[in-house]
């Protein structure tokens, strides 16, 4: 049975610092390419930030760039994110997505609230 499950959302003032963690299970995780993705309420989903098989290739959206990280533990079959210098504009739900040819799965999404 394929898991993909999100956890460390939670509320944050602005500056401060989460780290997201993504758990998958029922597949070869090390193959797939896993990726982070955010929706704020009324707006489309967004990439933030992808991580290649291997760990050898991220990419990120602008607007993270220098403040988030995003990392993967093969052996753990986990991915993570690691957000500093958080803004109230990063207030969404964050989603994992994990991607191998035409397979694709999806996390139910954490909840990320930055506000004073």
């Known amino acids: 049975q394929v898991q993909v499950v999100e956890s460390g959302g939670g509320l944050v003032q602005p500056g401060g610092s989460l780290r997201l963690s993504c758990a998958a299970s029922?597949?070869?995780?090390?193959?797939?390419?896993m990726s982070w993705y955010r929706q704020a309420p009324g707006q489309e989903r967004e990439l933030v930030a992808s991580?290649?098989?291997?760990?050898?290739?991220?990419n990120y959206v602008d607007s993270v760039k220098g403040r988030f990280t995003i990392s993967r533990d093969n052996a753990k079959m986990t991915v993570y994110l690691q957000m500093n210098s958080l803004k109230p504009e990063d207030t969404a739900v964050y989603y994992c997505?994990?991607?191998?040819?035409?397979?694709?799965?999806w996390g139910q999404g954490t909840q990320v609230a930055v506000s004073s």
């Open positions: 997505k994990a991607r191998y040819r035409e397979y694709e799965y």
């Open positions: 029922g597949f070869i995780f090390s193959r797939y390419a």
């Open positions: 991580i290649s098989s291997t760990g050898s290739d991220t």
